[in-house]
C-alpha cells in the first residue's frame, strides 16, 4: 500500500524557516508529479509549489521564499520555507501521481504555525 509520510511542520516566528519533507512507502514506480499544496482554516486547498521534470512552478505567494525538490531516486520530496509569514500557517499536504495510470496520492498533512 502507498504512504505519502510527512514530517517537518511546527511553530516558527514570522522570518523564520522550516523544511518539510514527503517520502513514499509502497511504490515501485517513481513519481512523475511531486507538489505541495496547503489549506488555512476556512480557506480552500492550494497549491503552493509543484515539480515535474524537474522544474518547479510555484504560487504568485510564495516565489522567492519557498524552494521546492525532489529525489527521484527516494520518491522524495521537499519544501524549503524561509521568510515565513503569518499567512503560510497552514496544514501543508504532499501530493505524487505515480505509475502509468498517474494514481494520486496524498500525504496526511503537517501542520505550520507561523506566530511570534
Known amino acids: 500500500q502507498v504512504q505519502l509520510v510527512e514530517s517537518g511542520g511546527g511553530l516558527v516566528q514570522p522570518g523564520g524557516s522550516l523544511k518539510l519533507s514527503c517520502a513514499n512507502s509502497?511504490?515501485?514506480?517513481?513519481?512523475?508529479?511531486m507538489a505541495w499544496y496547503r489549506q488555512a482554516p476556512g480557506k480552500q486547498r492550494e497549491l503552493v509549489a509543484d515539480?515535474?521534470?524537474?522544474?518547479?512552478n510555484y504560487a504568485d505567494s510564495v516565489k522567492g521564499r519557498f524552494t521546492i525538490s525532489g529525489d527521484n531516486a527516494k520518491n522524495t520530496v521537499y519544501l524549503q520555507m524561509n521568510s515565513l509569514k503569518r499567512e503560510d500557517a497552514a496544514v501543508y499536504y504532499c501530493?505524487?501521481?505515480?505509475?502509468?495510470?498517474?494514481?494520486?496520492?496524498w500525504g496526511q498533512g503537517t501542520q505550520v504555525t507561523v506566530s511570534s
Open positions: 509502497g511504490s515501485i514506480f517513481r513519481a512523475s508529479v
Open positions: 501530493y505524487m501521481e505515480m505509475g502509468p495510470w498517474r494514481h494520486k496520492y
Open positions: 515539480i515535474t521534470s524537474n522544474s518547479p
